[in-house]
């Protein structure tokens, strides 16, 4: 089993010792986690979700994604600071089994795990359904080939997932760029058949900045914070990035920028191009912007970019599946048989086993109708939330234990903390509230206490069996058999 031995110096203070090597081949540069760090920020909930937000909220949805962009960046530095300290893959749990106890690593690990199935199976089906724009091609088949594809690169070796996310996360990045710049001259030069109503002053001519009240636009808020989903990604990728005490913080620090260009920058564009009584529930915004301006080919090039965008999410799914089942099984919290490596360094065991459930996932889609579908879909949005929630609790008690001298101080202090990371959670707290008002979102309230309830009770079997894996980890006694690092 891992474990994080921490040593006396003269001052009787703790330090933290480095992390043991994980089996792992540091793989990932510095280009390619810049580019899973935007790409974790830009998804579907931009490209196709902001079009019901926008219905909701009117151009203070602009407001909104601000807003919720200042908390992601107070939780991605509260990340930032735990990476720093330690830097191991599958961080989220291991953070919050050292903080907050073996319970909390537990519940975390398995609830990311499945939050990546989920998304992975509502991401490689929405990609299905996105090749039909161009090809009469049966869903299901679109679905078995997307997933076979992504599951086989995530073989080989990290490089080459980093490789593709690199170029998935170009093709994004392009798009809203060239957004942005064809309604910037679209505004300015009034060309193209939207030429002679597009301005700025769209953003509160039709009915105010705040059409809908404050209310529509605080109840948007769940719909924005699912759109960033994944943007923690980045700290699953400690353990195999090739510097990480370079090239994390810098791609953490870029988060601001990357929110205020591809959401606030994007949205303010659209709303000036387009009026937002235009926009409906399940079009994108981007197709309705380049129909405006009178580019035929721009819906068949935001297809291309939202098909990118779905197989990039299902892609990191893959990655980070088989990741969190081996920091799980190497506490003791999964099956053994997860810890197993290929000669590459690569998790065969855990992501098989996510991607025959993604398989599963496809199938259900195409038996059971929509509605049911969706159900397991929402239950993304609190899962997800979850992990950042146990984010800002760990490094709140890490922040208090290192300012005790009890452990090292990090590298990478998250500014404004502890008062940001308390601001953080209570602006969560807000958004779950608001979800169960929202009867579209409160389904997924209904599944997190199921959920909970399976996760409560495998804890109280698994700690029957095998009670010395909750114990601290300097009572534990190293169990060769789980050596990190053991190849298949």
Known sequence: MTSVQVDKDSDGKGAAAAAPEEGYQRGLG?????????????????????????????????????????VIFFIMRALGELLMYRPVS???????????????????????????????ITEVTAAAT????????????????????????????????????????MIK????????????????????????????????????????????TLMTLQIVMFAFLAVELVGVTAGEAADPK?????????????????????????????SWTVFEP?????????????????????????????????????????????DLALNGQGPKFFTKLTKNGLPLVGTSASAALMMVGVWI??????????????????????????????QLRYRAKADRGELPQSEFKAPGAPYTSWFALLFIGMVIVLMGIDKDARVSLYAAPIWAAILGVSYLVLKARRPEVFLPKEYRLEDEAETPGKKL
């Open 173 to 216: 990045v392009t798009a809203i760029i060239g957004m942005i710049l064809i309604g910037l001259g679209v505004i300015t030069l009034g060309f193209s058949d939207a030429g002679d109503t597009a301005s700025f002053t769209l953003l509160w001519s039709d009915g105010g900045f705040f059409p809908k009240g404050i209310g529509g």
């Open 365 to 394: 889609n195409y038996e059971w109708p929509s509605e049911a579908f969706n159900y397991v879909v929402s239950f993304a949005t609190i899962s997800g939330m979850w992990a950042w929630i146990m984010i800002l609790c760990s």
């Open 30 to 70: 510095n280009r390619q986690i810049q580019m899973i760090a935007i790409g974790g920020a830009i998804g579907t909930g931009l490209f196709l979700g902001a079009g019901k937000a926008i219905s909701k909220a009117g151009p203070s949805l602009i407001l909104a994604y601000a807003i919720a962009g200042i």
């Open 90 to 120: 599958g961080s989220f749990s291991e953070y919050a089994r050292e903080f907050l106890g073996p319970f909390f690593g537990f519940v975390t690990g398995w609830t990311y795990w499945l939050f990546w199935v989920v998304t992975g």
């Open 246 to 274: 370079k090239t994390l913080p810098k791609a953490i620090n870029t988060v601001p920028w990357r929110i205020a260009v591809f959401y606030l920058g994007a949205l303010i564009i659209i709303l000036s191009v387009v």
């Open 282 to 326: 399940g079009v994108s915004p981007f197709v309705a912007a380049f129909q405006k301006i009178g580019l035929p080919a721009g819906a068949g090039i935001v297809n291309f970019v939202v098909l990118t965008a779905a197989l990039s999410s299902c892609n990191s799914g893959m990655y980070s599946t088989g990741r969190m089942l081996r």
């Open 130 to 169: 996105y090749v039909q724009y161009w090809a009469d091609v049966p869903q299901w088949i679109s679905a078995l080939v997307f997933t076979v594809v992504l599951f086989c690169i995530n073989l080989i070796s990290v490089k080459l997932f980093g490789e593709l996310e690199f170029w998935f996360s």
